[in-house]
Nanobody
Framework: QVQLVESGGGLVQAGGSLRLSCAAS????????MGWFRQAPGKEREFVAA????????LYADTVKGRFTISRDNGKNTVYLQVNSLKPEDTAIYYC?????????????????WGQGTQVTVSS
């Protein structure tokens, strides 16, 4: 089992940047693929980005491709999401998640453990 704690969210103007972090504790971090999802008010939770156990492979939603970058540091048990060129429509609670087995990296149902989320608000 793994526990996940996100941080780094905040209020930022359009065009700004943030670096979200997700610290993991518990079972060996490097055994999990990791993902970031987000949920805006009144909307379903949607996929943002994912990274495999070794960090070699990444996957992004089309809406964030070229603006967001996912990375991980297995020595620090942390996954990051660098978010640049933010838009008001990026406003949401951002969640990190850990995938223990197989399943599509971009599918919410593939993930077994979730953090509590960090709020990102982008003003126009």
């Amino acid at each position: 089992q793994v526990q996940l704690v996100e941080s780094g969210g905040g209020l930022v103007q359009a065009g700004g940047s943030l670096r979200l972090s997700c610290a993991a504790s518990g079972r060996t971090f490097s055994t999990y693929s990791m993902g970031w999802f987000r949920q805006a008010p009144g909307k379903e939770r949607e996929f943002v980005a994912a990274i495999t156990r070794s960090g070699v492979t990444t996957l992004y939603a089309d809406t964030v491709k070229g603006r967001f970058t996912i990375s991980r540091d297995n020595g620090k048990n942390t996954v990051y999401l660098q978010v640049n060129s933010l838009k008001p429509e990026d406003t949401a609670i951002y969640y990190c998640a850990a995938r223990d087995g197989l399943g599509a990296l971009g599918s919410r149902t593939s993930y077994d453990y979730w953090g509590q989320g960090t709020q990102v608000t982008v003003s126009s």
